[in-house]
């Protein structure tokens, strides 16, 4: 049982914090942890000194009005002038010079966060936080990532711009570490009593690895294998489709709306008798296994379709009240505090003008605009990874395996775990064959070929992205970019709109389908080339003067489109997002920046508006055969009441989720793991799906195998919106009790990387709900990471913000002082000087002189 040991905090060295109450959750943050302290998994010796503890974190809380630092490498001085939004705005005469300020701005407000995100990707997380992340670390190391990044630094020309840059953010990270005063030392090395590591370039590829595994690591195989264990591959490749049966794709189409496909769920059929390469695929690792393990931090998700996602999208000149082209960009992540991303501006005069955001830990802006053009991505979630089950010389201690009739060595690569203290905790040997990593899953030795393990284009196309001047060049510039593949929107001073989904799409062999376990004994199941740059999904300038990207699948596979029908992937996410933005842009001619921003935290619902008169009619046809119950009778009349709008005071919103909920539970039974307890669970096959069942109202699928009656979707969808009443009633009381408004139901929650509850910012308000433009999950975690609009005139503006602030200091007014505005759904105006003098003295806050060290 460990012991509670009460910290406190003497109030003389709170006087200059802004905000008292975030002190006392601190505070209460520290009695929380001296418990974790207790328990063996953090030491408080270190941050009890009464010098250099706790306390004087509380003294650093704020940025010095000046302050002075120096660099090694730089050319030049460097002036960094912070405006009141907090934004450093970084002047240098090189672009190494920019990049160097640029890791040391970032290192002064974020330096836990940078060395927790590249551990998390380097799978060292161990040696910071001591065992309890070696099974993250193992999952890591195990996947190759470590490996591929010091393989694709190793490729780079020693005097290449990328690897440049590298060193010089390496150089600012690290000036930073070896000038910062005792009290800079950020709270959680306190807490853990830790010292931060020095940066090395080899760091940048680790952190873009690690958001490589959450965008772009698929597990369609475990998911469809699962299906076909219970109902037959038949089934299983129907309710795990490749292609979606709701289309409203990126690349537009002659069909201005949703398109239903014309196809039915086929009825279950026998379980597959389950070959070798079946029960590899139902053993594999879950995407939110692998994402949760290389995030490094244990994260619960949600696991419900629509739960999160991102949105962009521009308009052409013509159809904006200026006259200019407007683009909006609203990425949905993983939301922490402090942020994933911190906003820069970074200038090196007539060579690089760029604003935006950063993700801490890399060199340049990922997401942002110029005084050219605007650019900003949403994920694409093509299908990357592929498995073969192999053939090798020995089950236990493999050291070749099997390829055309020929043994080949397999590469062992020695991987040591150590504490914080160096101690070894463990050693590992992770196997490659020529495709990557292998692992050992159900009694069989598996390989595994990702893209991201054979990276190499993305940092420098994201690099050069900032020096275009138009759409064209832009695309030119940035037609490397490899992984993860992104939805890539881009518009510009000249009204140019235009997008392409970039990123390295491998071919396979036979179908083409990637969502299988190929036999690896076989060279003629390798990937056999990459999809060419022509055929990428793209659409410029396009007659209906808009475009939009919201994960869904690019392209309509029965449309003309560049792809050729190539496999891109499976099990896209379904388009109700796609058809909000599209209805909202097809009827406004007159877009301005304001309608672009209130769009962003729009609560209409596509969703909504197709499945509620389905619950309605068949609630009124129940009761015209005289079947209605009073409870369906009043869950109809409550449904029929709600405008189909998720906004916080709408008190209808929760019934339809219940019954949403109900409805898939009851229309896919027989894939329940209660008919099967001997399988896993099967994933959820998705609303889309759930559509094309729709349009078969005597399907087997809606019949109850456990009732002698015969039901149909008609029984199934009554019965389902009476049973959501029941449930809503029994855990929120009746209806207009306040547990019914959608603001008491549904919440942002905004966790510390250490998941320090009063670090954290949890229950927040929120409005938006499952597949609205602004989706918000079960648990809160993911959601808007970064909102930005920009309008693209003779001069161009933007505006911008995002959940939390630019300081990772707890304790800081700039810690989470941008989340009532996030909330509100309200963005502040982007401040974008040629030259320091342009900023009037009341705009700065404060300001920074990098001088090249002596």
């Known amino acids: 049982m460990p012991r509670l040991i009460l910290v406190t905090v003497a109030p003389s060295v709170l006087t200059d914090i802004h905000r008292p109450r975030s002190v006392w959750r601190a505070v209460i943050a520290l009695v929380v942890l001296a418990a974790s302290v207790a328990a063996g998994s953090m030491r408080l010796g270190p941050a009890l000194d009464p010098l250099n503890g706790i306390w004087a974190v509380a003294r650093g809380t704020e940025l010095p009005r000046a302050a002075t630092g120096r660099i090694p490498g730089l050319s030049a001085r ?11 705005h970084i002047f240098a005469a090189s672009e190494e010079d920019v990049y160097r300020a640029l890791g040391y701005v970032v290192a002064r407000d974020r330096l836990f966060q940078i060395e927790l995100q590249v551990r998390a990707g380097a799978g060292t997380l161990t040696e910071l936080v001591g065992r309890p992340a070696l099974a993250t670390d193992q999952r890591t190391r195990g996947l190759g990532m470590p490996r591929a990044a010091e393989r694709e630094l190793a490729a780079l020309d020693t005097a290449s711009a990328d690897l440049r ?26 807490l853990l009593g830790r010292r931060p590591r020095r940066w090395s370039p080899v760091d940048a590829l680790h952190l873009l690895n690690r958001m490589s595994a959450t965008l772009s690591f698929s597990d369609l ?23 979606s049966p709701l289309q409203q794709p990126i690349v537009p189409t002659s069909v201005p709306g949703l398109r239903l496909r014309k196809g039915k769920v086929p009825a279950p059929g026998t379980a597959s008798a389950g070959t070798e390469l079946d029960t590899i695929a139902s053993a594999l690792p879950g995407i939110d296994d692998t994402t949760q393990a290389v995030a490094g931090v244990a994260r619960r998700r949600d696991g419900a379709e629509g739960a999160a996602g991102s949105n962009n999208w521009a308009v052409a000149p013509r159809r904006t009240k200026a006259g200019y082209a407007l683009l909006a960009g609203d990425p949905h992540l993983d939301m922490t505090l402090p ?13 690089l003008d760029v604003a935006g955001v950063t993700i801490p830990g890399g060199p340049g802006v990922i997401l942002g605009f110029t005084r050219d053009l605007a650019w900003t991505f949403t994920n694409t979630g093509a299908d990357v990874t592929d498995y073969y089950v192999e053939q090798v010389d020995d089950m236990r201690s493999p050291r070749r395996y099997l390829l055309d009739g020929a043994w080949r060595p397999l590469e062992l690569r020695t991987e040591v775990y150590r504490g914080p203290r160096g101690e070894v905790l463990q050693v590992d040997t992770v196997r490659y064959t020529h495709r990557g990593p292998m692992r050992l899953y159900a009694g069989h030795w598996v390989s595994m070929r990702w893209t991201a393990l054979e990276g190499g284009g993305a940092f420098g196309a994201l690099r050069a992205g900032p020096h275009a001047h138009t759409t064209a060049e832009w695309l030119r510039v940035t037609a490397g970019y490899d992984v993860p593949a992104q939805n890539m929107l881009v518009a510009d001073r000249a009204g140019s709109i235009a ?12 179908d083409g389908r990637g969502d299988l376990v190929r036999d690896g004994s076989k060279s003629s199941s390798d990937w056999t080339g990459w999809l060419p740059l022509d055929r990428y999904p793209a659409a410029v300038n396009p007659a209906q003067g808009f475009l939009a990207s919201d994960n869904q699948e690019p392209v309509d596979p029965d449309m003309p489109n560049p792809t050729g029908g190539a496999y891109l ?62 409870q369906l009778r009043e869950a109809a009349r409550l449904l029929g009441e709600w405008d189909r709008r998720y906004t916080r005071d709408n008190e209808r919103a929760v019934l339809f989720e219940a019954a949403m909920a109900e409805l898939s539970r009851r229309a896919w039974a027989r894939l329940s793991p209660l008919q099967y307890p001997v399988l896993a669970a099967v994933p959820v096959p998705s609303s889309a799906v759930l559509v094309e069942l729709l349009g078969d109202p005597s399907s087997v699928w809606w019949d109850n195998p456990d009732t002698t009656a015969v039901e149909t979707r008609d029984d199934v969808l009554a019965a389902s919106l009476a049973a959501a009443l029941g449930t809503v009633t029994a855990r929120r009381g009746p209806p207009g009790d306040s547990g019914w408004r959608w603001s008491e139901v549904r919440h942002a929650n905004i966790d510390h990387l250490l998941h320090i509850p009063a670090f954290s910012r949890r229950g927040l308000s929120v409005q938006g709900g499952t597949e609205t433009l602004s989706p918000s999950s079960g648990d809160g975690v993911l959601g808007p990471s970064w909102r930005m609009v920009v309008q693209l005139g003779p001069e161009v503006h933007g505006w911008a913000t995002y959940p939390g602030g630019q300081s990772g200091n707890p304790l800081s007014r700039r810690y989470a ?18 030259t320091p003098g342009e900023l009037a003295a009341s705009d700065v806050r404060a300001t920074l002189t990098l001088e090249p060290a002596r």
């Open 78 to 88: 460097v002036d960094v002038w912070y405006d009141t939004r907090d934004v450093p």
């Open 165 to 190: 840059a590298m060193r010089a953010y390496a150089d600012g990270v690290n000036a930073w570490i070896g000038q910062m005063d005792p009290a800079d030392l950020p709270i959680e090395y306190r």
């Open 221 to 243: 195989e475990r998911r469809r294998m699962l299906a076909a264990e219970v109902a037959g591959d038949t089934v299983a490749r129907a309710v795990f489709p490749v292609h």
């Open 339 to 351: 942020s994933l991303w911190y906003e820069v501006h970074l200038v090196v005069p007539g060579h």
């Open 499 to 510: 997008i392409r989904s970039t990123g390295r799409y491998p071919i396979r062999p036979g």
């Open 569 to 630: 992937g499976a099990n896209w996410e379904t388009p109700w997002r796609a058809a909000r933005i599209n209805e909202l842009l097809r009827g406004d001619s007159v877009v301005t920046p304001d309608d672009m921003r209130r769009w962003q935290t729009d609560p209409g619902s596509a969703r909504a508006d197709y499945f509620v008169p389905y619950f309605l009619d068949a609630a009124r046809r129940a009761d015209s055969a005289g079947g209605a119950s009073a």
């Open 817 to 834: 002082n941008r989340l009532p505005q996030w909330l509100a759904g309200t963005l502040d105006s982007v401040r974008m000087p040629h």
